[in-house]
């Protein structure tokens, strides 16, 4: 039984064999750091949401994602040898036994590691690769979906023939190393060799453990760059689980913060994940805890200023990114993102002040016109006074000039 670094490693983090060149997609990621801010908008084209498994004529969705999701169950009934079995019930996913094995009670359980002998062509027969030992767990998402999904319904030691759409391969993307088109449906070859139980991860040595969490989180990357974004959040999901299980064994202070390093990570590219979504509350969690462990993680308080601002927490927002700023002042993301958001909160504090303005009516109209009201009355007021005063003095002068007269 090979360890399960080995397993993992092995696995189709890249959609490659071992040893094979890594996919051009994961080209951005081959450093170990998650994803680059400054090319996330490369991803902006928003591929089309994951559909449901189901949605073929007179077939109920719910039923098919169930039987996606939770697998075979004791009610599927045996497969003869040399017919199709549609596994999903919409004609895009087919399953045929080319050599029967050990009976139903062999089947692999979702969460156990299998390895398979796989055969993959294009479906005018064209060869893609040949992987005589490809490992990886079952329902984890370490494969295309077609593999996940059908694998489950194999006995030990059964070869079949399954025949794919691309939504459940390679999806629009396509791939680079193997090559295969966009779209392409795909014809595998497989054969069930060993399914073992996954290791206790509370005894396995750090080392292994780290190895697992980081193919894990890999994986979820591969999710990502395709648009798989639901699947990403599963990967990195997984990923945690692994870095924050209890040990039974001694661990490194080094080995510690190795372990730490993923576990940012995955947090931070699920935030990602989560955004793509539409997730908010999702994202802002995550990002908290990617900050709850490294403060001053840039690429977290980033997310997070992204987050808020699209909550409309605005004046949050723009004090998240200005701390992002303080620590990687020359980043032109981060430039960006804070003009566009200070603009965006000027904009609407202005519209604001209009709203109350016009519903408390112009407090500077009225005043000024009080004002001119004012002014004017107390105007004639003199005006009035001056007059009645010349009157008077015309009156008494006119008295004493017919006094003098008589």
């Known amino acids: 039984r090979a360890d399960v670094g080995s397993i993992l490693v092995s696995a189709d983090t890249g959609d490659s064999a071992p040893g094979m060149k890594k996919s051009g997609l994961t080209s ?27 949605g073929g004529d007179g077939i109920d969705p719910d039923q098919s994602k169930r039987k996606e999701t939770d697998g075979p169950s004791d009610s599927d009934p045996q497969q003869p040898a040399d017919e199709w079995l549609d596994v999903l019930g919409n ?11 050990a009976g139903r009670d062999s089947w692999p359980q979702k969460g156990q590691n299998v390895k398979i002998h796989l055969k993959t062509c294009l479906m005018d027969g064209t060869p893609v690769e040949e992987l005589p030992e490809l490992w990886f ?40 190393d193997p090559e295969i088109p966009s779209m392409a ?35 979820g990357n591969v999710h990502y760059q395709r648009g798989d974004y639901a699947f990403a959040v599963n990967s990195y999901g997984i990923a945690l689980q692994i870095t924050e299980s209890s040990s039974k064994v001694d661990i490194s202070p080094e080995e510690e913060n190795q372990l730490m390093d993923v576990k940012v990570k995955c947090f931070n590219n699920m935030a990602a994940s989560q955004l793509k979504l539409d997730h908010h509350d999702a994202a802002l969690k995550s990002c908290v805890s990617a900050l ?33 700023l303080k620590l990687e002042p020359s980043n032109k993301t981060i430039h960006a993102e804070l003009s566009k958001l200070v603009k ?7 519209a604001e002040q209009a709203m109350y303005k016009k519903m408390l009516g112009n407090p500077s ?27 008077a003095i015309g ?12």
Do not use: C
Not at 91 to 96: A, E, F, P
Not at 293 to 308: D, Q, S, T, W, Y
Not at 382 to 390: D, E, I
């Open 365 to 391: 109209s009225s005043s000024s016109t009080h004002k001119h009201q004012a002014k004017s009355t107390w105007g004639f007021s003199w005006k009035w006074l001056f007059g009645a005063t010349a009157v």
């Open 28 to 54: 951005l990621l081959d450093s170990g750091e998650d994803f680059e801010m400054l090319d996330e908008e490369e991803f902006d084209d928003e591929p089309p949401p994951l559909e449901d498994a189901g």
């Open 395 to 406: 009156g008494v002068a006119l008295s004493v000039v017919i006094a003098a007269r008589n």
């Open 292 to 324: 709850a462990h490294e403060p001053e993680n840039v690429k977290a308080l980033f997310r997070m200023g992204k987050v808020l601002a699209l909550q409309g927490e605005y004046s949050e927002a723009i004090q998240t990114l200005r701390k992002a």
């Open 185 to 219: 449906e795909l014809s595998l070859e497989v054969k069930l060799l060993e399914a073992t139980d996954a290791p206790d991860l509370e005894l396995m040595p750090p080392p292994q453990k780290i190895t697992l969490a980081t193919s894990k989180r890999e994986r």
């Open 344 to 350: 965006k909160h000027s904009e609407q504090r202005g």
């Open 137 to 176: 767990t079952l329902g984890d998402g370490d494969v295309i979906q077609a593999l996940d999904l059908t694998v489950q319904l194999m006995e030990m030691g059964e070869t079949a023939l399954i025949h794919t759409d691309g939504k459940y391969a390679y999806g629009a993307r396509g791939n680079l």
């Open 91 to 101: 004609g895009l996913l087919k399953k045929k036994v080319l050599h029967a094995g």
